[in-house]
């Protein structure tokens, strides 16, 4: 199982070049033939579409499944679904799950699962990919202040990529609705934070996480905890604005920020297909090498 938790500094660093190498033309030429499914519980458009780019690219055939049309809906568990696609000749399966750590139970399958979003607990792609998009910036990680703001505490996004930030050397700090953080000394004001970090990551508020999502109150969380204009005039100079989108425009920033200058979002996006390459490659080259 692919858990950035498990993987030292110099192997993500070995990841990230990987991922840049495919970005700069990189082929990959398996073997033998390949068959992988995505399995996504969860809505998603840009990870389940880039998973599925980067397999394609890859060479990979890609098996369509549809949660929605599976016998999943007649009480299959994760664990028979996944099973049934081992039997039946895939070689890799890609999950998106809403439960915290839904890989546990498939530890005795012998083909590669790759997290695609574990409930709020792990997005190790999406890491892969923003680490990219910082490193791109600006070559290293280490002294980069990272302000990650938001609705941590239901983010997957924010635990996977704020434990691995500092694992690469960065200094994280965190802002945000305080009933929405689960806890650190690195909990500051929005507007102390802004002129300081080198990169702004906004998060999108997790409506479908909320137990009362429909009393859930937006209409001054820009004003009070988003990227206005007035606040991005204060970032320094080479400064960047990251976000993992879906983006709520006019909620976490300003919609005319989306797309400034020192935005990098759509950039994200553009990384995610090579960062998700190099994941692929990398765990059929790891399940490989067991194996001999």
Known sequence: MYNLENLTKEKILEILSLANDFKNGLEFKPKTKIFAANLFFEDSTRTKTSFEMAERKLGFEVI?????????????????TAKTLESIGVNLLVIRHSRNKFYEELESLNIPIINAGDGTANHPSQTILDLMTIQQEFGSFENLK??????IKHSRVAHSLSETLV?????????????????????????????????LFLLRIQHE???????????????????????EKLMKEKAIILHPAP????????????????????????NGVFARMAILSDALHQRTKNQD
Not at 255 to 269: A, G, N, P, T
């Open 64 to 80: 369509q499944f549809d949660v929605s049309k599976s016998s999943v809906n007649k009480g299959e568990s994760l664990y028979d």
């Open 146 to 151: 990272i302000g990650i703001v938001g609705d």
């Open 167 to 199: 694992k690469m050397g960065s200094k994280v700090y965190y802002s945000g609705p305080e009933e929405w953080f689960d806890g650190s000394d690195n909990f500051k004001n929005l507007d102390d934070i802004i002129p300081e970090v080198d990169v």
């Open 209 to 231: 996480r909320h137990e009362n999502a429909e009393n859930l109150k937006i209409e001054n969380y820009l004003e009070n905890f988003g990227l206005t204009k007035e606040r």
């Open 247 to 270: 983006i709520n425009r006019n909620v976490e920033i300003d919609s005319h920020l989306v797309e400034c200058d020192r935005s990098r979002i759509f950039k994200q996006m553009e």
